[in-house]
């Protein structure tokens, strides 16, 4: 049965802004960065979530299986956005795998530690791993993935 949670931060969230969309196979991707991007400004992008999330760990984020915050500098975001692209399909995909494999609905808002701590958790044999980044032109360069892989 999958779990929709509403985990957002309290009082004690001193992120002062509002809740980031993340899509949920991004928890991986986030993890294993290492500076390689479709485009110089998708580098730049990705780095500034990176920074803000690990500047602010309990940010509420939303688990989504759409384009989010690292999408928005990608070059195939209007391709992704439209959802009719075998791309995109593909991609989607990733994300709904990585929510049934951790039992959360999309739209799940949790603290990002927390979704964090919830991945590396649930996500450590190869079966699942493979499941997930089976497609990603990414994961020979992905340090969560050449981690998790072993």
């Excluded at 500076?35 to 989504?64: C, H, Q, W």
Aim: hydrophobic share 35%.
């Amino acid at each position: 049965m999958l779990e929709k949670s509403k985990h957002t931060s309290g009082s004690g969230n001193k992120t002062g802004s509002k809740c980031m969309k993340i899509r949920a196979h991004h928890l991986c991707c986030i993890q294993g960065f290492q500076g390689y991007g479709y485009s110089s400004a998708f580098v730049a992008n990705m780095r500034t979530v990176i920074s803000d999330i690990k500047a602010f760990p309990s940010r509420p984020i939303e688990l989504v299986s759409e384009c989010d915050v690292i999408c928005i500098s990608c070059p195939s975001e209007r391709e992704c956005s439209t959802q009719k692209s075998v791309n995109s399909h593909r991609i989607k995909n990733m994300d709904l795998v990585v929510m049934e494999k951790l039992k959360i609905e999309e739209g799940t808002v949790m603290e990002a530690n927390e979704a964090f701590r919830l991945i590396n958790s649930k996500l450590h044999n190869a079966p699942d791993i493979e499941d997930i980044c089976e497609t990603c032109k990414w994961r020979q360069k992905c340090l969560w993935y050449i981690q998790a892989e072993r």
